[in-house]
């Protein structure tokens, strides 16, 4: 009976496999697979379990099969001895997991060759090739922003309150979003309480680490009304009291595997470590942070409140349109006019100088009077009509001003949020090499290193996670500052329309009555003077047609929208 039928596999983790494998169980860890760095699951449950994770955040059934992985639920004194053997068993249950993964490998077209015998023997070169492939597709799909529609969803649900809304928005901005579909119970991957904790120490934030590689157990959890900002005086001192426990726990922790380190590279090693996540200040970041978050989701949601009332106000506004005229040509018409009206006052003034060198038996004694009044018509008749034009022009500079009396487009946005998220990933991602180039020699020491990564890769984590909501966060702030600054400016526009398209209309009106008036004046004095027709020959609009604005320019309408 060979290893595989008959038990376990003889095969033992060589360096060279061992520097693989722990490259394979930081690449999971890296996108959130926790349990890869508990020190007593097995090797298979560490990368069978991490591989089938990920695969089931893209295909939640394989082939219409719920995923058949069960993570090994030995304790850690049973399997201490197991450890160093790749695989325990080779047994139908196996045999099925690793089926199901390669079927769902398959599935997605990858170009690896991926076998039974990959696993089962194991070849780590395959199945390094699958693991980081497998965690270049999580990172493209955060990319892409697949991994945040519940967060998306937020921004187009209604709520009773803007409080209640930004309070849930704030409680999606903290939580990961994916869910494992495997039957491995659900991991909070980014949110850790232990990092808003502005009393817990590194040495503290480290034994967390430490403790959850040896046990695969939190020993600082998640409260429930840690995210209730209206908390009552008996509530926050009970959430301090269990904080403080837990800060006390993890205390004892620290100063048992600092007594217990053998050299003085591995204490050095930790105590820098502890120092710098205490230099890192994460709580006040992330504190800070998530104030500034709920400010703008506080903003956003008030702006999405005036857009909707304002839109709701829109849709039950009679609005009233006016044609518009074309001033050049108004223009021109007055400047005929009163041309003519000048014209016209000349001659009378020429003809009453006339009358006036006649004896009074030569002109009616009316005559005079009558050209005195007419002459006094058209003197008022000019400034009449160039009010009525200056008029008319202001309500069309007023009726076609940009506005700029509304807030500026964007403004109050914090967009400088992804930023400093990006900048802080940096700033994490340069540290860690320039802390400690090579691991140490020392297990106790190398157990902390590790768990020091794991806390860079946690951190890493959780600010990710947050810059990709940030960049959402922003977009769905512009994008309804946008729509209710541009629906301000459609509402003034509407409100120009029906102030200043009513004036228009009204001084039109009252241009066309003086030109009519001044036409009949015209009329009047050709028909009474013939010799003026001679002296000042009319224009034939003046003389054959009416004098009058296009009326079908001040025509209005109305429509109900």
Same mark, same amino acid.
């Given at each position: 009976m060979s290893d595989r039928e008959g038990g376990q596999s003889s095969r033992r983790l060589t360096p060279a496999d061992s520097e693989i494998f722990q490259e394979m169980?930081?690449?999971?860890?890296?996108?959130?697979?926790?349990?890869?760095?508990?020190?007593?699951?097995?090797?298979?449950?560490?990368?069978?379990?991490?591989?089938?994770?990920?695969?089931?955040?893209?295909?939640?059934?394989?082939?219409?099969? *719920?995923?058949?992985?069960?993570?090994?639920?030995?304790?850690?004194?049973?399997?201490?001895?197991?450890?160093?053997?790749?695989?325990?068993?080779?047994?139908?249950?196996?045999?099925? *997991?690793?089926?199901?993964? !390669?079927?769902? !490998?398959?599935?997605?077209?990858?170009?690896?060759?991926?076998?039974?015998?990959?696993?089962?023997t194991p070849n780590f070169p395959v199945l390094r090739d699958i693991v980081?492939?497998?965690?270049?597709?999580?990172?493209?799909?955060?990319?892409?922003?697949?991994?945040?529609?519940?967060?998306?969803?937020?921004?187009?649900?209604?709520?009773?309150?803007?409080?209640?809304?930004?309070?849930?928005?704030?409680?999606?901005?903290?939580? *990961?979003?994916?869910?494992?579909?495997?039957?491995?119970?659900?991991?909070?991957?980014?949110?850790?309480?232990?990092?808003?904790?502005? %009393?817990?120490?590194?040495?503290?934030?480290?034994a967390e680490f430490i403790n959850y590689q040896s046990t695969g157990e939190s020993i600082y959890r998640k409260l429930d009304h840690e995210d209730n900002v209206h908390l009552t005086e008996k509530q926050v001192r009970i959430l301090n009291e269990v904080k403080e426990a837990y800060r006390i726990e993890l205390q004892k922790i620290a100063d048992q595997i600092h007594s217990s380190l053998?050299?003085?590279?591995?204490?050095?090693?930790?105590?820098?470590?502890?120092?710098?996540?205490?230099?890192?200040? !994460?709580?006040?970041?992330?504190?800070?942070?998530?104030?500034?978050?709920?400010?703008?989701?506080?903003?956003?949601?008030?702006?999405?409140?005036?857009?909707?009332?304002?839109?709701?106000?829109?849709?039950?506004t009679e609005q009233t349109l006016y044609k518009r005229v074309d001033i050049d040509r108004v223009k021109q018409l007055i400047d005929d006019a009163i041309t003519r009206i000048n014209t016209l006052h000349e001659a009378l003034s020429a003809d009453l100088k006339r009358m006036a060198g006649q004896t009074s038996s030569e002109e009616p004694d009316n005559k005079?009077?009558?050209?005195?009044?007419?002459?006094?018509?058209?003197?008022?008749?000019?400034?009449?009509?160039?009010?009525?034009?200056?008029?008319?022009?202001?309500?069309?500079?007023?009726?076609?001003?940009?506005?700029?009396?509304?807030?500026?487009?964007?403004?109050?946005?914090?967009?400088?949020?992804?930023?400093?998220?990006? %900048?802080? !990933?940096?700033?994490?991602?340069?540290?860690?090499?320039?802390?400690?180039?090579?691991?140490?020699?020392?297990?106790?020491?190398?157990?902390?290193?590790?768990?020091?990564?794991?806390?860079?890769?946690?951190?890493?984590?959780?600010?990710?996670?947050?810059?990709?909501?940030?960049?959402i966060l922003l977009d769905q702030r512009l994008e309804i500052n946008t729509k209710l600054f541009e629906l301000k400016l459609s509402e003034r526009r509407t409100q120009r329309e029906a102030q200043y398209g009513k004036v228009e209309e009204e001084q039109i009106k009252q241009l066309d009555a003086l030109l009519n008036s001044a036409k009949k004046d015209f009329d009047l004095w050709q028909k009474e003077f013939p010799e003026f027709q001679r002296l000042y020959p009319s224009d034939a609009s003046i003389k054959n047609g009416k004098r009058k604005i296009d009326t079908d320019d001040v025509a209005s309408k109305k429509n109900r929208y």
């Open positions: 169980v930081n690449a999971l860890s890296s996108v959130g697979y926790h349990r890869a760095r508990v020190s007593h699951v097995t090797p298979f449950d560490k990368l069978v379990g991490g591989i089938a994770w990920i695969l089931s955040l893209f295909q939640p059934f394989v082939c219409g099969q *719920q995923w058949v992985f069960i993570e090994w639920k030995g304790k850690p004194d049973t399997c201490k001895s197991m450890i160093n053997s790749f695989f325990l068993k080779y047994t139908i249950s196996y045999s099925m *997991q690793v089926d199901q993964i !390669i079927r769902a !490998i398959k599935n997605m077209e990858s170009s690896i060759s991926v076998t039974r015998d990959d696993f089962f980081v492939w497998l965690t270049n597709k999580v990172k493209d799909s955060e990319k892409k922003r697949k991994s945040y529609q519940h967060f998306v969803d937020c921004f187009n649900k209604l709520y009773n309150t803007n409080e209640e809304a930004s309070k849930k928005l704030m409680s999606h901005f903290r939580r *990961q979003e994916r869910v494992t579909t495997t039957k491995t119970p659900r991991m909070e991957l980014f949110d850790k309480s232990i990092f808003r904790d502005s %009393s817990a120490s590194g040495w503290m934030i480290l053998q050299t003085n590279l591995g204490r050095d090693l930790i105590d820098k470590i502890a120092s710098w996540i205490e230099d890192l200040k !994460i709580a006040d970041v992330l504190i800070q942070t998530e104030s500034r978050v709920l400010m703008e989701c506080t903003k956003y949601y008030a702006d999405f409140k005036d857009y909707s009332d304002l839109q709701e106000k829109s849709r039950d005079s009077e009558d050209v005195q009044k007419r002459l006094h018509i058209l003197t008022e008749l000019v400034p009449m009509i160039r009010e009525a034009f200056q008029a008319l022009s202001n309500a069309r500079e007023q009726r076609d001003k940009d506005e700029h009396t509304i807030e500026e487009l964007g403004k109050g946005i914090d967009d400088q949020l992804a930023k400093d998220f990006s %900048s802080a !990933i940096k700033k994490l991602d340069a540290i860690p090499a320039q802390l400690y180039p090579d691991p140490p020699n020392e297990k106790l020491a190398l157990d902390i290193f590790n768990a020091f990564n794991s806390f860079v890769i946690d951190v890493r984590l959780q600010l990710t996670n947050w810059y990709c909501k940030a960049r």
